[in-house]
């Protein structure tokens, strides 16, 4: 059964505004990216996604394809971005069978709540690895497909009148704000999206010139996510959300809308740029993540409740 629209994108998109075009998405599988991709395949896009989890990858893309029909959507499992070979391979198959990548998000992530001493030098190595290798690895495997998108659909200069084939050669990095002001427990996570944004910049000067965009989405706390369950403790939702500045958490839609709007033309002179969608919930500090009864939870050593992925604290 198709999804309703409503619930990963407004009504403000033409349809087949991304006809023709091929999105690639690493964590293409989870909660946020699936909208994402959903939405461009809705708006006329085909889509490759990848993912470590064989079935719930290929289940995911049989299921994005219900939004369009005739959608390809292409889901490859046993893909791991901190394997630049994985990665690689799928790439391969995604151009060999769709023809080729017009746009990427780099959304794969690893994330748990964990003090600093908590955390084992390999939990911090790993989310390095997933979120920071891993994004420069998904960048590494597509650019060259990117360029080419670029080349063929770019703006033109003289004129600025858009390609008559639509857009074409943008990445999307998908990170967080937790680095913004601090978050306890989320050093780890915090540390690798500082660098996902400081590579994305580094993309649009070096590949601006080639016609590229790169942009971040940061998405804020977004309701009925792996995010959410797993930085914050189920029986205080109500209560963190009645305290966001808006009243509520996001929805996967603000974020595919946001995404939508960057790879379209509306975002074409849009680069090096962060986008945070998050309701302006960081500027409330932390936004309730791993903030629960700080500092004395810190102290105690106890294990975080009702939340995913739970470990148990070590002092
Ligand atoms: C402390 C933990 C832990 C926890 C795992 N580890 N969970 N340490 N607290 N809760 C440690 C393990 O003990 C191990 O270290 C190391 O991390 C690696 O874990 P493994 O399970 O061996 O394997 P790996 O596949 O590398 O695990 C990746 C992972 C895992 C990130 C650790 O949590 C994972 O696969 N997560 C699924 C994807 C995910 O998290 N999605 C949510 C993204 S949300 P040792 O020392 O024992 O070997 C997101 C939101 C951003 O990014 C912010 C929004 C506001």
Same mark, same amino acid.
């Given at each position: 059964m198709p999804l309703e629209k409503s619930s990963y994108l407004s009504d403000t998109w033409k349809d087949g505004l991304f006809k023709n075009k091929v999105v690639f998405c690493t964590g293409g599988a989870g909660t946020i990216c699936s909208a994402q991709v959903r939405a461009l395949v809705h708006l006329g896009a085909n889509a490759c996604i990848v993912g470590r989890n064989v079935e719930k990858t290929e289940k995911a893309a049989r299921d994005i394809a219900t939004a369009r029909a005739g959608a390809k959507v292409l889901g490859i499992g046993a893909v791991d971005v901190r394997s630049l070979e994985s990665l690689q391979g799928a790439v391969e198959r995604c151009v060999?069978?769709?023809?080729?990548?017009?746009?990427?998000?780099?959304?794969?992530?690893?994330?748990?709540?964990?003090?600093?001493?908590?955390?084992?030098?390999?939990?911090?190595?790993?989310?390095?690895?997933?979120?920071?290798?891993?994004?420069?690895?998904?960048?590494?495997?597509?650019?060259?497909?990117?360029?080419?998108?670029?080349?063929?659909? %770019?703006?033109?200069?003289? #004129?600025?009148?858009?390609?008559? *084939? /639509? &857009?074409?050669? %943008?990445?999307?990095?998908? #990170?967080?704000?937790?680095?913004? *002001? /601090? &978050?306890?427990?989320?050093?780890h996570v915090s540390v690798a999206k500082a660098g996902i944004d400081a590579l994305s910049n580094s993309v649009a000067l070096e590949f601006g010139p080639l016609g590229v965009t790169s942009n971040v989405i940061a998405p804020g706390p977004i309701a009925s996510t792996e995010g959410l369950d797993r930085l914050l403790p189920s029986d205080k939702l109500d209560k963190i959300k009645r305290s966001q500045p808006l009243g509520r958490f996001g929805s996967v839609r603000d974020i595919a809308d946001a995404t939508v709007y960057l790879f379209a033309d509306t975002g074409s002179y849009v680069s090096g740029q962060i986008l945070v969608v998050d309701g302006a919930s960081w500027r409330i500090s932390s936004a309730g993540i791993g903030s629960s009864d700080y500092p004395d939870f810190l102290l105690s050593g106890d294990t975080f409740e009702n939340v995913k992925g739970k470990k148990k604290a070590k002092l």
């Open positions: 060999s069978e769709l023809g080729a990548i017009d746009y990427v998000i780099a959304g794969a992530a690893g994330n748990f709540l964990a003090s600093i001493n908590q955390i084992s030098v390999n939990a911090f190595k790993s989310v390095m690895e997933i979120d920071v290798q891993g994004s420069y690895n998904t960048l590494k495997a597509t650019i060259p497909h990117l360029i080419e998108s670029a080349q063929k659909h %770019r703006v033109d200069s003289t #004129s600025l009148k858009p390609s008559p *084939t /639509g &857009t074409g050669g %943008r990445i999307i990095f998908v #990170s967080a704000t937790l680095h913004y *002001t /601090g &978050t306890p427990f989320q050093a």
